[in-house]
């Protein structure tokens, strides 16, 4: 995943990527903050068992915000990308 153009804004994880999920692990110390709960308006369907958010959906999804220590910010998102 390429970086954001501004890597200081909160991150917004759902599904596995949520603390207390299964893939959290690989993120967690590469974390300074969570915040939460977070809604954003879209649809969470499964693809391939996998949640993959769509945003032209007009539900609910819940996730939580992270703020990633800023010196590991561009591992945090290579890590997401080999998830990917």
């Not at 153009?5 to 599904?15: I, K, M, V």
């Amino acid at each position: 995943m390429d970086l954001p153009s501004n890597t200081d804004r909160l991150f917004f994880a759902y599904g596995l990527l949520r603390p207390g999920q299964s893939v959290f692990f690989q993120l967690r110390g590469l974390v300074s903050e969570v915040t939460g709960p977070a809604n954003v308006t879209g649809k969470l369907p499964m693809r391939d068992g996998l949640p993959i958010i769509d945003p032209a959906g007009h539900e609910n999804v819940k996730g939580t915000l992270l703020t990633f220590l800023p010196e590991r910010t561009a591992e945090a998102y290579g890590r997401k990308k080999a998830q990917c």
